[in-house]
DNA sequence: ATGAAAGCGCTAACAT
DNA sequence: ATGTTAGCGCTTTCAT
């Protein structure tokens, strides 16, 4: 910048102050400097700005991990969330700082990196870290979690409305002469949890009784949830349909079925949530709730730079609804 | 740091050094000082310290964005990667930038922020975009890319052993009495190229011609490749056996398949590329290449400080393997 | 409309 | 073993 200001005879105030587009400067200066800093290849030093200016541009997305199985919380969904954020981000001039987070390292979370050299920081997920998400929160940080909208939350959640997404499902099953419907979702997490709800207010408005023994939580992982859903036709739960947490949950239970001669939908009708991609070339294509990534994305943005620029942030439930294909036997 | 001096009755440099460690600080000043700053909750500006040192202690890691799709050049084999790196790069101290970039923007990524503002760049997949890559290396920036080796490229790759995946996919079915074989992957990227090249050797190791009609430039976005295989099937081609390449063009071939009642393995046999976690769980589920994602990762990071330290580094092409499941119809 | 000068928080060469 | 001092490249207040 030293350069330039000798090479445009003016001082590095004013090339800073035309760079940065000042109508302090006159037009005809500001685009001779424009145009040397073009000539010549000038970039603006980023690590200094972000100094002078304390701000860094960017903001921290986490990827928390399962220690058991060393997956991530909920594969294909989150790349598709990750790709959305990402875009959003860098429609409004920030970058994306990715971090992998172990569930035990929650707790000194606040010491890294990601969290002290970031503008903002998202979630994917809450897993079962209130606590932890709640204290940061109140460190004052600009922060949005994707997931469900707790109570007694401090943070700003932006999610899908799983409690209908739940009931939507379980309804859809019940309408096509299911009765005895197994929920696959670990309900010690808030999404499963909210879904679950829906399951039984479907189930009670029909007036069916809540079977606890078809309740099962089943982890997000595919391997492990596989694993898990053998397991329950070994001991010969008996079901007709089965409302799953994720698409891939759903895929698991295919697989584990059709190990026992299990047919889907004859035997049992399934739907999954998400509807991920794959969703629709399964075999059988999974019937699922839908949950709005692309709007999921822009959403969180949007309630993090708000927060950034001093503004409060609500909750944000998005809608959903059930994209109907061939697992749930409709037709 | 300032405060902390004063607290400790010693200057900002003895402070500084304390904190980073240096022995020219006696043990018991430096814990000292440990200890008022863990008491004073004190944390490093890191944005200061890397103005100061002129480093960033991040790494960008690039996602090409197929223009027309719009999706992601290969979704999940993509998530794990992005996993294994965020890991490696973790255990070594640096951060993760991600970068979304649409492919017609590659022209202009050497003054986008991600590029200037990190360390090192990793780029996940090379696409069709070896000129541009090779612009960027020579800049000078390290630099490591995932993907085939190729002839004359300036940069480090760090790959699978495309061709020899390619060979035992093709040997696998042969030796299965297949003989009419299709290949599924786009040749005009390097990596379909070289597992077509393998698949090519296999035929010709076996005295077989090369029917060109059997090679089709199906796309890695599955939603695509499945309505491109669908027009194959329209088409009438006719086949008992396909290498696809990857996980997700098998599963896209599945579902196509289906549509037309042709069953795999049955009447065609399919081995995928990857072995994604998805692979043992679809059905039927997939014989398949598998490339070692977490080893890959590591690699990959490690030549890219390698460079970030002076060093040279060189190409590295990893060992692969087939993963016989049902889909090829070996059992 | 432009320039001079201070300073962001840290590190390191140089001095003691 | 510790202190003094300069300076990284930029923005901005204050002066002109």
């Known amino acids: 910048m030293d350069e330039l200001a000798k090479l445009a005879n003016v001082s590095v105030s004013t090339v800073s102050r035309a760079l940065a587009g000042s109508t302090l400067i006159s037009t005809k200066t500001r685009e001779r400097i424009a145009k040397l800093a073009e000539e010549h290849n000038f970039q603006l030093n980023e690590k200094a700005r972000n100094f002078r200016l304390k701000k860094t541009n960017m ?19 989150f790349l598709q969330m990750l790709g959305s954020l990402a875009d959003a981000l860098t429609a409004q001039g920030y970058d994306l700082l990715l971090t992998h987070i172990a569930i035990e390292d929650m707790p000194t979370i606040d010491r890294s ?18 606590e932890h998400l709640n204290r940061l929160a109140d460190l004052g940080k600009p922060m949005v979690v994707w997931g469900a909208e ?5 943070y700003c959640t932006v999610g899908t409305n799983n409690e209908l997404g739940g009931y939507l499902a379980t309804k859809h099953l019940l309408n096509l002469g299911r009765e005895r419907i197994a929920f696959f979702g670990d309900i010690n997490f808030p999404e499963p949890q909210q879904r679950y709800s829906g399951y039984c207010r479907a189930l009670q408005e029909k007036g069916l009784p809540i079977d606890k023994s078809l309740q099962h939580n089943v982890p997000f992982d595919m391997t492990h949830a596989n694993t898990e859903i053998h397991d ?16 891939l949950i759903a895929i698991a239970a295919i697989d584990a079925f059709n190990s026992y001669g299990v047919k889907v939908p004859d035997d049992i009708a399934l739907v999954g949530f998400d509807d991920i991609a794959l969703a629709a070339l399964t075999q059988p294509p999974l019937t ?16 993090l730079l708000a927060q950034i620029n001093g503004d409060p942030a609500s ?17």
Chains 1, 2 share one sequence.
Do not use: P, Y
Request: aromatic share 6%.
């Open 59 to 77: 903001i921290a997305v986490v990827m928390m991990v399962d220690i058991k199985s060393g997956q991530h919380i909920s594969d294909m969904f």
């Open 113 to 130: 990196r990601a969290f002290r050299q970031t503008d903002g920081i998202i979630f994917i997920g809450q897993g079962n870290q209130q």
């Open 150 to 154: 707790l109570e007694n939350s401090h």
């Open 232 to 247: 329950l036709m070994q001991q010969g739960l008996k079901f007709d349909a089965a409302v799953c947490s994720s698409d």
């Open 288 to 303: 699922t709730v839908k949950q709005n990534i692309t709007q999921g994305g822009h959403v969180i943005v949007r309630k």
């Open 315 to 331: 909750d944000t439930i998005l809608k959903t609804e059930l994209v109907v294909r061939r697992s749930s036997g409709a037709w």
